[in-house]
């Protein structure tokens, strides 16, 4: 099993920046990709950042030019560094993991809230 735990979420105003962490423990070595997904109220949860072992990232237009995933393999942690915040990117951000043998992703955080608003 693998555990994800995010952090760094809160309130910030239109304009600013937020970086999220997400530390992995377990079973990392069965895990692939990882990604960044949010929900916000009344919507459907998108994926908007993910990034393989090799550092090859991938962007939803929504936050293409203004978010960026990075990882520390070494400290099994995933970052997203988010800049030019919108009220729009107001959610819960998870952290989310793809598992080697079914490509799926199957593990989740239990999420951390971005609020952007004045």
């Known amino acids: 099993q693998v555990q994800l735990v995010e952090s760094g979420g809160g309130l910030v105003q239109p304009g600013g920046s937020l970086r999220l962490s997400c530390s992995a423990s377990?079973?990392?070595?069965?895990?692939?990709?990882m990604g960044w997904s949010r929900q916000a109220p009344g919507k459907q949860r998108e994926l908007v950042a993910t990034?393989?072992?090799?550092?090859?990232?991938n962007y939803a237009d929504s936050v293409k030019g203004r978010f960026t995933i990075s990882r520390d393999n070494a400290k099994n942690t995933v970052y997203l560094q988010m800049n030019s915040l919108k009220p729009e990117d107001t959610a819960v951000y998870y952290c989310?993991?793809?598992?080697?043998?079914?490509?799926?992703?199957?593990?989740w955080g239990r999420g951390t809230q971005v609020t952007v608003s004045s």
């Open positions: 377990g079973t990392i070595f069965s895990i692939t990709t």
């Open positions: 989310t993991a793809q598992r080697i043998l079914t490509s799926q992703y199957e593990y």
């Open positions: 990034i393989t072992n090799g550092g090859s990232t």
